[in-house]
């Protein structure tokens, strides 16, 4: 039969700083309870009665103390994992910040400003379209939400969507060029 496990004897500085953090209460729940353990157990308390008393499993209580006996208070701080991996790279944020202050005519498309549901779909792969001016050169699979974040990071907004009928100046499209390169330089 294996021997109880217990967490080791606290000295005086780890016992104040236990008691501190009980006392204080629920402001960080993860320490409270890995501190409570510990206490629990450095004051004679059995695994299946700590276990009872902060409604955990006993195999929860033995793993905080054995990582106490192992590592000391340092245990006491949870040790999240990186999370998931970004979908979305800083190249592909470029790439809708571009597109978005790229006019839609300019890029062949049959419409004269960007909505928010316009541009998700020509990041992800043009509409569907097997015309290669509807097919960016790079597509992103982003969500509408997620676009509308970048933008407004960027402090790039879309008007509501109005209808009206563009010039019939022959010039029109480079009258428009000459004004997103004045507008581009001095940014």
């Excluded at 004897?9 to 409270?32: F, N, P």
């Excluded at 510990?38 to 700590?50: E, F």
């Excluded at 049959?110 to 928010?116: A, G």
């Amino acid at each position: 039969m294996s021997t109880p496990v217990r967490a080791r004897r606290l000295t005086e500085d780890e016992g104040r700083y236990l008691l501190r953090l009980v006392r204080r209460g629920v402001h960080d729940s993860i320490r409270y309870r890995r501190a409570l353990i510990i206490m629990a157990s450095a004051s004679g308390n059995r695994v299946p009665a700590i276990a009872r008393l902060i409604a955990a499993d006993a195999d929860t209580v033995r793993d905080v103390i054995h990582a106490f006996n192992d590592q000391g208070l340092s245990m006491l701080a949870p040790r999240w994992g990186p999370g998931r991996p970004r979908r979305i790279t800083d190249a592909d944020i470029e790439t809708v910040v571009a597109v978005a202050t790229t006019r839609p005519a300019r890029l062949g498309l049959p419409f004269t400003h960007w909505s928010i549901r316009k541009l998700t779909a020509y990041l992800d792969g043009g509409y569907g379209h097997q015309d290669p001016a509807w097919v960016p050169q790079h597509t992103i699979r982003i969500g509408r939400e997620r676009v509308r974040r970048v933008l407004h990071e960027h402090d790039i907004s879309f008007q509501h969507t109005r209808t009206w009928k563009t010039s019939t100046d022959p010039d029109y499209t480079s009258k428009l060029d000459r004004i997103d390169e004045v507008l581009t330089r001095f940014r």
